[in-house]
């Protein structure tokens, strides 16, 4: 009976073949124009929302419309919820009621990737070092080759333990 390949096995086969046969479909203008500048770039892992700012501005607006969830509700209502998550209500409670619901501050959600990066992922890339911004590479260090394809090199964050709730909204839909 034949094999047939995995989906890692086939991607990692499409990705060889593209190598061998059509390089220039693997090529990303934007990378190469960086690279070009001298830049190195730094891949995220995927499925990691941590390191990307706008994934925690959505968190925000989906909690806050889950909490406010009615059984039967409407899109619009879900849209106009969504909209209260990320803009805020625009009304004055006590803080600490559930119903104060302030406008997300971005810059919060970029210094809270900047962290995590700094804290988790940095750490575990090789041949870098320090924080996001101020980065020393080692210049003895040499990456060892691979053929993989980027992402069926997935990192899994969701795991590592942590004091501070690591999702950028507190449990009450609150901004952080």
């Given at each position: 009976m034949p094999h047939v390949?995995?989906?890692?096995?086939?991607?990692?086969?499409?990705?060889?073949?593209?190598k061998e046969n059509k390089p220039e479909a693997l090529n990303c203008i934007v990378e190469n124009k960086f690279k070009?500048?001298?830049?190195?770039?730094?891949?995220?892992?995927?499925?990691?929302?941590?390191?990307?700012?706008?994934?925690?501005?959505?968190?925000?607006?989906k909690n806050w419309a889950a909490i406010n969830y009615k059984e039967e509700q409407k899109m619009s209502e879900?849209?106009?919820?969504?909209?209260?998550?990320?803009?805020?209500?625009?009304?004055?409670?006590?803080e600490g009621d559930i119903r104060h619901k302030g406008e997300i501050d971005c810059s919060k959600l970029w210094n809270k990737s900047l962290g995590f990066a700094t804290t988790k992922f940095v750490p575990i890339c090789q041949g870098v070092s320090g924080t996001i911004g101020e980065l020393q590479v080692d210049e003895n260090y040499v990456a060892e080759?691979?053929?993989l394809p980027i992402d069926t090199l997935v990192l899994d964050f969701?795991?590592?333990?942590?004091?501070?709730n690591e999702t950028g909204v507190d449990e009450g839909g609150g901004e952080i």
């Open positions: 390949g995995n989906l890692d096995e086939l991607k990692v086969s499409f990705v060889t073949y593209l070009e500048e001298g830049y190195e770039i730094l891949w995220t892992p995927p499925y990691c929302p941590d390191l990307q700012p706008i994934e925690l501005y959505w968190a925000a607006g879900t849209i106009r919820l969504l909209r209260e998550g990320w803009y805020g209500t625009g009304n004055t409670y006590p080759p691979h053929d969701a795991n590592s333990s942590t004091d501070d």
